[in-house]
């Protein structure tokens, strides 16, 4: 019988949850250069290494492999030496859809296809807390190590450019969406919010403005300096309840900064 050693324990409880290494402009220009090898063919992920400048031995080798099927950009079969890969077809849009929206849209889902990044985006949105607060939830409330925390935190900033408010509503409307009058009085940001508290299994970006029309609540409380407009789901479970008053302690801390001193 084997017993685990205090260094086995002390390694395991450093392991943290697994993310991309790569941000996703990175992972697509690789996803391109395979692409532009092997077309749609599998190859074997130690004949990728020289088209993306590593080594097969390369420990890089295998997180680029690693964070490009987490965004959904590759396909692959068989372990260790005889790993294969292929370009995915959501890849392949990405890379040669021309129609307007389409790339944009399949480019937000690929930012929000890692487990981990849609768990922060939901919690953070685009506007996530400073450095040192975030870090500190990462440490203590998902278990990652310091060095990967920072590392997390430049992929997840980096990948917000694909997750603008403007551009998820921009896409909606390219897939041929109906918006009605109750969904356009809603700004940008607020739009975004709704997506957020969509229910399970219902966050596909291509339905954002008309779940955010039919299925929404929108309460709105004015003060001196303009309106505060809340968006919330009609019907929430009581887990979602305890999760979104946690949400918004996080921003009464937020706001907080931005009182001004009189």
């Not at 490009?68 to 890849?91: C, F, H, M």
């Not at 807390?129 to 997840?156: H, I, K, M, N, W």
Request: one cysteine or more; a negative charge.
């Amino acid at each position: 019988m084997t017993h685990e050693t205090e260094a086995d324990v002390d390694q395991r409880r450093e392991r943290s949850p697994s993310f991309p290494y790569l941000e996703l402009s990175n992972a697509i220009d690789l996803a391109k250069k395979l692409h532009g090898a092997a077309k749609l063919s599998e190859v074997r992920v130690t004949d990728v290494a020289s088209i993306w400048g590593t080594t097969p031995t390369s420990g890089s080798l295998m997180r680029y492999a690693a964070a490009l099927q987490a965004y959904g950009l590759i396909e692959s079969s068989g372990s260790g030496l005889n790993r294969r890969i292929k370009v995915s077809d959501a890849a392949k849009r990405i890379l040669n859809d021309e129609r307007p929206g389409v790339r944009e849209r399949l480019l937000a889902e690929a930012a929000l296809k890692p487990k981990i990044m849609a768990e922060l985006f939901e919690l953070w949105s685009t506007d996530r807390p400073e450095d040192s607060f975030a870090r500190s939830q990462l440490q203590f409330d998902y278990r990652f190590t310091g060095d990967a925390a920072r590392r997390c935190l430049v992929v997840y900033d980096a990948n917000l450019h694909y997750l603008r408010p403007s551009e998820l509503k921009d896409n909606s409307m390219a897939e041929g969406e109906s918006v009605s009058a109750s969904a356009t009085d809603v700004s940008d940001h607020h739009v975004l919010a709704s997506t957020l508290n969509m229910p399970k299994g219902g966050s596909d970006m291509s339905d954002l403005v008309g779940h955010a029309a039919s299925e929404m609540r929108r309460d709105v409380f004015t003060l001196d300096e303009g309106e505060v407009v809340l968006v919330t789901p009609r019907s929430i479970s009581e887990e979602s309840f305890l999760d979104f008053v946690d949400w918004l302690e996080l921003i009464k801390r937020k706001i907080q900064r931005s009182v001004s001193k009189s």
